[in-house]
């Protein structure tokens, strides 16, 4: 069981994006993706907060992992997102249609 809840906020317009996704009830291979995104985006090592600061008109994302056993929350803006989450990043962008 693993569900992702993804936001991201801000920017120069302030349109808000969501998704929520259960991955046991996504197509298998868009589901091992995102699997192999979490696991090489070391996210359960990473402090919940990051933000230090933020620049105006920068895009916050907020992901958030549910397992059977954890649940972790990241926050990163544009300027302090660990470069390890930007291809999970990228990915879940895609599917905010």
Do not use: C
């Amino acid at each position: 069981m693993m569900q992702i809840i993804f936001e991201r906020t801000g920017g120069i317009m302030g349109r808000k994006v969501s998704v929520s996704l259960d991955l046991d009830e996504m197509p298998s291979d868009q589901s091992t993706t995102l699997r192999r995104l979490v696991d090489e985006s070391d996210l359960f090592t990473l402090d919940e907060e990051p933000i230090k600061t933020s620049r105006p008109d920068e895009f916050i994302y907020t992901i958030t992992i549910t397992t059977k056993t954890i649940q972790q929350t990241v926050r990163a803006s544009d300027t302090s997102l660990p470069e390890s989450l930007r291809p999970l990043l990228n990915e879940l962008l895609t599917h905010t249609g």
